[in-house]
């Protein structure tokens, strides 16, 4: 621990500066007079800071990407459908970087359990999903599926459209009268599964955030759920909530 938060302080103060890569082992081992294993270890304890990714056949490298600032009292506003900004491009924009988004897969589900508890539609039911993957400054940073109800996807063909227009699918369902009054965000913290870890290029053990978002409409109905799995180490949640009822 003594050597892992000497390390930590040299990347801190900008002796390790960003993409630099960490002493190895053997340099360790020589530097502080330990064995193999607590050098070892003692760089793994910096993974969990966010500090170092790690590559294999390759070591451990000081990290580049300051964190995304996420702020759920801007991200979902109205104003910024209405400009023709979807929630991504808006946030990651903000911060000075380039957002870029792959379409994964567009289609009919069987829709999960959870999801379909949230959406309030029969366990196995077909609704439609649409998979992304978000980079920044073309590093993956978000993996996200929406699920919305077929009797809605069917309705509005833009939802199934690889591009659905300016605004994203929020624009595209306010503007077939499923205006939207109020969304929940349920946040989890864990670490990454190994699907998880290949798709964000993360290192093996790294955390990941995986928030549930549901968007209910005016009418009381929920006409979406995203589903998104976030690299903790390039975002911040910050939450407004206002004192009065």
């Not at 892992?4 to 002796?15: M, R, S």
């Not at 070892?40 to 070591?59: N, S």
């Amino acid at each position: 621990m003594q050597i892992a938060e000497d390390l930590a302080q040299q990347i801190k103060a900008g002796v390790l500066g960003p993409g630099e890569k960490v002493p190895s082992e053997s340099v360790l081992m020589d530097r502080y007079m330990v064995s193999q294993g607590t050098a070892r270890r003692a760089v793994a304890e910096l993974r969990p800071m966010g500090l170092i990714e790690t590559y294999h056949g390759k070591g451990s490298f000081v990290k580049r990407r300051p964190p995304v600032l996420r702020k759920s009292s801007d991200r979902l506003r109205r104003s910024h459908r209405r400009a023709g900004k979807a929630m991504y491009p808006a946030e990651v924009e903000r911060v000075g970087k380039v957002p870029t988004v792959r379409v994964l897969y567009i289609g009919p589900v069987e829709v999960p359990g959870d999801i379909a508890e949230l959406l309030g539609v029969a366990p196995g039911s077909q609704v439609l999903a649409r998979r992304r993957l978000y980079f920044s400054d073309g590093t993956p940073a978000q993996e996200a599926t929406s699920y919305l109800p077929w009797d809605i996807a069917q309705d509005i063909p833009e939802l199934s459209a690889e591009n659905p227009g300016g605004g994203g699918i929020y624009a595209r369902l306010e503007e077939r009268g499923h205006v939207l009054a109020e969304f929940t965000e349920i946040v989890r913290a864990r670490l990454a599964t190994k699907q998880e870890t290949s798709a964000l290029s993360l290192s093996p053990g790294a955390p990941v955030l995986h928030i549930t978002r549901s968007a209910q409409a005016e009418s009381g109905r929920v006409v979406e759920v995203c589903d998104m799995i976030m690299a903790a180490d390039q975002f911040v949640l910050v939450y407004r909530s206002l004192a009065e009822d």
